[in-house]
């Protein structure tokens, strides 16, 4: 028969060499990252920064044909020419659904459209006397809050 240990008695006596030599991990100092703290900031502009969209739409255009109505057969004149012209603008189409229109040609045509929105603002703002400059998402307002940290800078010599 072996006499093996059992994995209880000797994964004890196996870390006791490395727990002892924990104690000279931990001679190093530690230095804290940074010191942190909140103030306010006054901003002096916050300019937006926009995002130019374009867009192309197909939209049916038509051309009237040359035919006079019977009824538009006079020349309007003064007063009645601008009713008549402000009447021809509001009145809806008298064409009905299914009728076919032989003094209209009509075609798709495409129609660009470009529209501009606001992703960031450009905002300029004072701490402790110093200017700086910062893209956020928003406009912060009058006042700003900012994070002030302060960390050492230690030499590189003197860490060991």
């Known amino acids: 028969m072996h006499s093996f240990l059992p994995a209880k008695r000797w994964l004890p006596l196996l870390m006791a060499p490395l727990l002892a030599a924990a104690p000279a991990w ?17 901003v002096l502009r916050a300019e937006p920064v926009y995002q130019t969209l374009r867009a ?11 035919m006079v109505s019977p009824d538009e057969g006079e020349e309007r004149r003064g007063l009645s ?18 009728t076919d ?3 209209a040609d009509c075609r798709m045509v495409p129609v660009e459209r470009e529209f501009r929105r606001p992703i960031a603002y ?8 110093v200017k700086y400059r910062s ?3 928003a406009d912060p307002g009058n006042r700003l809050r900012v994070k002030v940290a302060v960390t050492p ?7 060991d």
């Not at 931990?26 to 006054?42: D, G, L």
């Not at 192309?56 to 040359?66: A, F, H, I, N």
């Not at 800078?153 to 860490?159: E, H, L, M, Y």
């Open 26 to 42: 931990a001679q190093h100092t530690v230095i804290q990252a940074e010191n942190v703290r909140y103030e306010y900031a006054q």
């Open 135 to 137: 893209r956020l998402p």
């Open 122 to 129: 450009d905002v300029d703002y004072v701490v402790r006397g």
């Open 81 to 98: 020419r601008v009713v008549g012209a402000g009447r021809d603008v509001l009145t809806p189409s008298r064409r009905e659904p299914g």
């Open 101 to 103: 229109e032989g003094d």
């Open 153 to 159: 800078v230690v030499p590189s010599g003197a860490q």
């Open 56 to 66: 192309t739409g197909m939209v049916e255009r038509c051309e009237q044909s040359s």
